[in-house]
């Protein structure tokens, strides 16, 4: 590949590649790379072959920073400790692999990384667990020190305020006589479900049976707060819905706004009901436009979860307008009864 580093084939590369795929890194290209306790760099240069925007390695070592900066030129490899993290800096990916055990405080450390996330960042962390079935940390003796590892219930406690997953061990580490696990830890998003199927499809009854404790925003009663004034929004889409609202048409409204360029306002509104925390939107909005609904949380911090199930008992298309409205039946009775009146 143009311009990407190839690596150095070193005594221990297939080890490290052997980890590489335990790891299970995600796509890099485009993303900023950092990893924590870097040694010579194998990991960077990784990052820097799969495309990474911007790659930095951090390590105390100094003459595995010097050997770093020879074999990778395109990372930037620094000589320093993890207490040294600039406060200003986030990063897309985070590794820390093979070092979390000399820290002084290996709980504050992980917390200390996972800040410096990115929104949708993730922390990719490599950590020996200690035989035992309580929360608590083990001293281990290796074969060049001894140190201390959670057991498996320790760090699920330290984890559980994020949103991460176990994937496994990694390759077995030389002088060690525990296992390696790996886990990847993101920052935990609010939730916002999604209700939108068509009118009498069960939306409420699903609400009602399944949320509980989550805040509860109706379609139908914002549609008609927004129309009376009591739902403070942009005034064009007041006057937008408040000229057309029709308590049992309510779905003509929805299908309006998001047939219009107000369909940003309105969500805009829901956002700010939310405050930032889970919520349940239940209320009609056309399939055609959930993607959108979704891409708009997701954009704004929502870990969004679109609810879909057959419309079994949907009312479809005409909502609560039924055929009798639309004056069908009506020419069908007036011609059944010109009929019954010639015989």
């Not at 993890?82 to 692999?97: E, M, Q, R, Y």
């Not at 002088?175 to 999604?194: E, L, M, N, Q, T």
């Not at 879909?308 to 009506?330: F, P, Q």
């Amino acid at each position: 590949m143009p311009g990407y580093q190839t690596f150095p084939y070193q005594a221990g590369s297939s080890d490290s590649l052997s980890k590489l795929t335990l790891l299970k890194l995600p796509a890099l290209t485009g993303k900023s790379f950092l990893d924590v306790g870097c040694n010579e760099g194998f990991f960077c240069g990784y990052a820097l072959f799969d495309g990474a925007r911007k790659v930095v390695g951090i390590d105390v070592d100094e003459q595995a920073i010097n050997s770093a900066k020879q074999d990778f030129p395109g990372c930037n490899f620094l000589l320093q400790s993890w207490d040294d993290l600039s406060p200003d800096k986030t990063f897309d990916v985070i590794l820390c692999s093979s070092a979390i055990h000399y820290a002084k405080n290996q709980e504050s450390l992980i917390h200390l990384l996972a800040g410096k996330l990115s929104p949708n960042g993730v922390l990719i962390l490599e950590v020996g667990i200690a035989p035992g079935a309580e929360p608590d940390w083990v001293e281990v003796k290796r074969s060049i020190d001894s140190r201390f590892f959670p057991t498996r219930s320790k760090i699920d406690d330290i984890l559980s305020c994020y949103a991460s997953k176990y994937l496994g061990e990694s390759a077995p580490q030389i002088g060690d006589p525990i296992p390696r696990s790996v886990f990847h830890i993101r920052k935990k998003k609010p939730y916002a479900f999604f209700l939108m199927q068509d009118s009498g499809a069960g939306k409420t009854t699903i609400r009602n049976t399944v949320f509980h404790e989550q805040k509860i925003i109706s379609g139908d009663a914002l549609i008609l707060d927004i129309a009376s004034g009591r739902q403070h929004c942009d005034l064009e889409l007041q006057k937008l819905i408040s000229n057309m609202v029709n308590p049992a048409k309510i779905d003509m409204s929805i299908r309006s706004i998001f047939s219009s360029q107000w369909w940003r306002s309105y969500l805009e509104v829901v956002l700010s009901i939310s405050n930032g925390d889970t919520f349940v939107y239940d209320g009609y909005i056309p399939s055609s436009y959930h993607e959108l609904v979704i891409a708009f949380f997701q954009a704004n911090g929502f870990f969004p979860v679109n609810l879909c199930w057959e419309n079994t008992y949907a009312l479809g298309n005409l909502g609560v307008r039924t055929k009798a409205e639309a004056r069908k039946y009506a020419l069908y009775l007036a011609a059944m009864r010109k009929k019954m009146r010639r015989t």
